[in-house]
């Protein structure tokens, strides 16, 4: 669960556009915003804090403590989106969303699939289907990620949502029983084509029809010889 909270003191600044994000980037500094009800505050947040507060037990869903430097008061908030490098993968820019504690939230949770299926050790093949759910449930309780257990799985069987269970008063926002978890499939078994044998074996019976008769120039000279001999 994100009952993990973190302080992240944070900066606010006045300046906007690509031109100040990367000079705040190359300091170190992760650019973002703060929504809060009926405002938004442009910040920029310490890149290692940052990481520090997202790589803990709740990850992404980590409650933030954020306090704006130079001012005491706490606002509890999630990370609401962010971005990341292309190439280098950090992180480039954030969107943090204040939030009440006694206020249940929506989020995204990313699926785990745990166990070794009973199907796939018989050979048969395990598809994820569904790769996210959405929830809802308080801030504190919302779980880092969901775990769906297929050992019991065997081929040709559909593991559903509504299979799940979850720790905690989490609400699932997916339809239970037509959101397909994952399922677990024959082994595909590929069989050569015949098309070309068969194509090489009415090529020899027309061989052997035509082999049996005679030539049309023959056949014209054998004609030709019998009218000559009534004669």
């Known amino acids: 669960m994100s009952g993990d909270r973190f302080k992240l003191e944070v900066q606010e600044r006045e300046l906007r556009g690509s031109r100040e994000s990367r000079r705040l980037r190359a300091q170190g500094l992760v650019p ?34 954020v306090v704006l430097a130079g001012q005491t008061t706490v606002h509890p908030s999630i990370l609401a989106e962010y971005q990341q490098d292309p190439i280098r993968g950090t992180v480039s820019h954030i ?27 018989v050979g048969g093949v395990l598809s994820l289907v569904t790769r996210e759910l959405r929830v809802e449930a308080l801030p504190t309780e919302i779980p880092e990620h969901l775990e ?4 019991s799985l065997a081929i040709g069987d559909v593991l559903r949502l509504e299979e799940l269970t979850v720790d905690g008063a989490v609400t ?14 024959a082994p595909r078994v590929e069989v050569e084509p015949e098309v070309e044998e068969e194509a090489v074996e009415g ?27 009534e004669e």
């Open 95 to 121: 969107d943090l969303r204040e939030v009440r504690l006694d206020q249940p939230i929506q989020a995204t949770v990313v699926v785990q699939l745990v166990g070794e299926s009973e199907g796939v050790k």
């Open 172 to 185: 699932f926002l997916d339809d239970p029983h037509e959101t397909v978890i994952a399922t677990v499939a």
């Open 32 to 65: 973002g915003v703060l929504y809060g009800k009926g405002h938004a505050r442009a910040i920029a947040v310490p890149e290692h804090d940052l990481r520090s507060a997202l790589t803990g037990p709740s990850g992404m869903h980590a409650i933030l403590d």
């Open 203 to 229: 090529e020899e019976v027309e061989v052997e029809e035509l082999e049996g008769e005679e030539p049309a120039a023959e056949a014209g000279e054998t004609s030709a010889e019998a009218a000559s001999d």
């Open 148 to 151: 769906a257990d297929v050992s």
